[in-house]
């Protein structure tokens, strides 16, 4: 398979302007703004205790109240806050504390959400609400499909912008015959068909697929599955731990010297787990890298000062998704949350995380996606510098065209 290069060029489109960044940086003043309750509140709905716990977890809480305080932590003259809790990884567990902190804690808007099954019931409550939702952690498409709703919003990726990122490009490499290890729920299933219409489209095959317990510790047999077929390509659709888990294994069995292994989401924070030994070379779609320039750098030096890790793609979009809500409390001049839902819509997003990213009708905030590939041991110069970005794809090239969104809100 020959080699994928090429130069991640920063052009003058994704540069922010010196008065967004000033924006940024300016403290909110207390103005006149009309909020229910008194002030805003923000939840943090997020994993952490479970296998998404490093990838978003504390870091997101953290990653939240950063983004209140670069906005001036107030609002009106009242402090912002942020509450948080964990989801457990179950559905009802979640459900029940979003609906929790809409009917008696008075939260505004709640963000995070990783696990599809979670971000998916959470949606529901805010619907039947009237309350704004921010889902950051899940991939599933869903969200902007047939689960849209005026006040739902997708923020960092989806399973569509993720296979059109690694599987295009790995296909268009040579990698014209896959296999998949699946997660066996919502986010992994989604990961999978949407990699796999990307193949086949594009000209290759799918010779097979397993799917593993999620949560999953053991993938011996599913690897020895994957490895005895005829595929180029093991892709791994799963994330957090599982992914950890599989790639370790993976390596192990020494599967890497004879296939090639494409994941469709993996994060800094699971090649610190893993070893750059272990994954270097994998190729991984990714909507955020903390060492991309100086803005993303400058961030993730202020998160790891609190941290001790850099920041992943979620929570450097928990960060932006949280900023951005607070943009539009302000510029709307209340939290009512059709006028705010309104004006998120209208600003564009601004920040180190979105280069003008647009919020879309059906929710889906679209921005610039990178094709990643895991850095050598040798290659790495510093602690955390574990990817090299390969390739820059266009926020329009990489999330599903509007025109073939199944939302009911968009006007056809």
Request: positive net charge; contains cysteine.
């Amino acid at each position: 398979m020959r080699h994928l290069l090429a130069s991640p060029a920063v052009t003058p489109a994704r540069l922010v302007v010196a008065g967004a960044l000033c924006l940024l940086a300016a403290p909110a003043a207390a103005q006149q703004v009309q909020l229910s309750g008194g002030m805003v509140k923000i939840g943090v709905l997020t994993d952490l205790s479970g296998i998404y716990a490093d990838l978003a977890g504390s870091g997101s809480v953290i990653a939240a109240k950063m983004a209140v305080e670069d906005f001036g932590g107030a609002m009106g003259g009242r402090p912002v806050e942020v509450v948080s809790a964990d989801t457990l990884n179950k559905p009802d567990t979640a459900a029940n504390r979003a609906r929790e902190w809409f009917d008696r804690d008075g939260v505004d808007y709640i963000v995070d959400l990783p696990a599809s099954s979670v971000a998916l019931s959470v949606i529901q409550v805010a619907k039947s609400k009237g309350r704004a939702v921010a889902i950051v952690g899940a991939a599933a498409t869903r969200v902007t499909n047939e689960d849209c709703g005026p006040y739902v919003f997708h923020w960092a990726y989806d399973t569509y912008a993720l296979a059109t990122t690694t599987a295009k490009s790995v296909l268009a490499a040579g990698g014209d015959s896959w296999y998949f290890i699946t997660a066996d729920y919502a986010g992994g299933h989604a990961l999978a068909k949407d990699a796999s219409d990307i193949v086949r489209a594009g000209g290759g095959k799918v010779l097979g697929e397993v799917r593993h317990p999620f949560p999953g510790t053991d993938f011996s047999s599913f690897l020895v599955k994957a490895a005895a077929s005829e595929a180029k390509v093991i892709g791994l659709a799963n994330a957090g731990n599982d992914a950890v888990n599989a790639i370790r294994q993976a390596a192990e069995f020494g599967i890497g010297k004879s296939k090639v292994l494409a994941a469709t989401l993996l994060f800094d924070t699971d090649v610190h787990a893993i070893g750059l030994k272990r994954a270097q070379g994998m190729y991984l779609a990714t909507g955020f890298y903390w060492d991309y320039d100086e803005q993303t750098r400058a961030f993730g030096k202020r998160f790891f000062d609190k941290q001790k890790r850099m920041p992943t793609m979620v929570q450097a979009g928990v960060y932006s998704a949280t900023l951005h809500y607070l943009r539009a409390v302000k510029a709307a001049g209340t939290d009512d949350t059709a006028a705010v839902a309104a004006m998120m819509k209208k600003m564009p997003v601004q920040d180190f995380f979105a280069r003008n990213g647009v919020l879309r009708e059906d929710g889906r905030m679209v921005h610039d996606m990178y094709l990643a590939r895991v850095k050598k041991p040798g290659d790495s110069k510093y602690p955390w510098d574990y990817f090299a970005i390969e390739r820059v794809i266009r926020g329009e090239d990489a999330f599903l065209p509007l025109s073939n969104s199944t939302c009911a809100l968009v006007k056809r």
